[in-house]
């Protein structure tokens, strides 16, 4: 293993849409170019090989793959990390990445988006770099970026806070410390739920936050249905809009 060239951890996008009733043209919102790095991986570390098997045929559909899907090495991070998440540092994902250790190139995937943003996969990475492995972020749509682009609010200073607690209680008073932080700082605060709760945190945002606070919401991003909206608190109260909220849905509060 000394003498051999070790390989390279790309970190793939995936599409915005899973779990979507319908799903974008993948041409539509993945570049050529990470499609083409994807089509020729036969390594893979996942959250789920079942769809991350059915992205690849996405992939396959347009650039076919080098390897068949039988013949691919796909390897599944633990469901405690992929569940609770993996940046404490208490995983070991070493033992996954001795395919590039071994001189293969390797691919690191999440349901969707960018792995390691708002999804499993820190673990790997920094094993990797703790290897001594060269990784390498391709290009493709994040929600958070998107939505954060959307807002209106600041963004030259915000946070991913992750998803809210779901008891009523304690939602309600996270939500005036992130109102409040936000208010004080000029930090856009930045969540996202669960799309079956959606609008139940809606709802829980505008009974707790301030009328002048503002609020952005952007829902099935990529897809045909995508809405954004942003104003204050008052406004959503008066205007009452109404957006797919059955959609993945990234919620930003700021000033």
């Given at each position: 293993m000394n003498?051999?060239?070790?390989?390279?951890?790309?970190?793939?996008p995936?599409?915005?849409?899973?779990?979507?009733?319908?799903?974008?043209?993948?041409?539509?919102?993945?570049?050529?170019?990470?499609?083409?790095?994807?089509?020729?991986?036969?390594?893979?570390?996942?959250?789920?090989?079942?769809?991350?098997?059915?992205?690849?045929?996405?992939?396959?559909?347009?650039?076919?793959?080098?390897?068949?899907?039988?013949?691919?090495?796909?390897?599944?991070?633990?469901?405690?990390?992929?569940?609770?998440?993996?940046?404490?540092?208490?995983?070991?994902?070493?033992?996954?990445?001795?395919?590039?250790?071994?001189?293969?190139?390797?691919?690191?995937?999440?349901?969707?988006?960018?792995?390691?943003?708002?999804?499993?996969?820190?673990?790997?990475?920094?094993?990797?770099?703790?290897?001594?492995?060269?990784?390498?972020?391709?290009?493709?749509?994040?929600?958070?970026?998107?939505?954060?682009?959307?807002?209106?609010?600041?963004?030259?200073?915000?946070?991913?806070?992750g998803?809210?607690?779901?008891?009523?209680?304690?939602?309600?008073?996270?939500i005036?410390?992130?109102?409040?932080?936000?208010?004080k700082?000029?930090?856009?605060?930045?969540?996202?739920?669960?799309?079956?709760?959606?609008?139940?945190?809606?709802?829980?945002?505008?009974?707790?936050?301030?009328?002048?606070?503002?609020?952005?919401?952007?829902?099935?991003?990529?897809?045909?249905?995508?809405?954004?909206?942003?104003?204050?608190?008052?406004?959503?109260?008066?205007?009452?809009?109404?957006?797919?909220?059955?959609?993945?849905?990234?919620?930003?509060?700021?000033?």
């Open positions: 003498g051999t060239v070790k390989g390279r951890l790309y970190l793939v995936a599409p915005l849409d899973f779990g979507c009733d319908t799903q974008a043209p993948l041409q539509d919102v993945m570049p050529s170019g990470t499609l083409q790095v994807a089509a020729r991986l036969s390594c893979w570390i996942c959250e789920n090989a079942k769809s991350t098997r059915a992205y690849l045929k996405r992939i396959n559909e347009q650039h076919p793959l080098a390897h068949t899907l039988q013949s691919l090495q796909i390897q599944e991070l633990p469901r405690e990390v992929h569940k609770k998440g993996d940046h404490t540092g208490n995983f070991d994902a070493r033992p996954l990445l001795m395919a590039a250790m071994e001189g293969h190139d390797m691919g690191l995937v999440s349901e969707a988006g960018m792995p390691a943003i708002a999804d499993p996969g820190s673990s790997v990475v920094r094993a990797a770099h703790d290897l001594g492995l060269q990784v390498v972020p391709l290009t493709g749509p994040m929600s958070l970026m998107l939505a954060l682009a959307a807002s209106g609010l600041n963004g030259q200073n915000f946070a991913f806070v998803y809210l607690p779901q008891d009523s209680g304690e939602r309600t008073q996270r005036r410390e992130l109102e409040s932080l936000a208010l700082t000029g930090q856009t605060q930045l969540f996202i739920e669960t799309p079956y709760r959606n609008v139940a945190l809606l709802q829980a945002l505008l009974q707790t936050l301030q009328g002048n606070t503002r609020l952005a919401l952007s829902c099935g991003l990529t897809l045909d249905k995508a809405s954004s909206r942003s104003m204050q608190v008052s406004g959503w109260k008066r205007d009452k809009p109404v957006l797919p909220l059955d959609q993945p849905t990234v919620f930003c509060i700021g000033r």
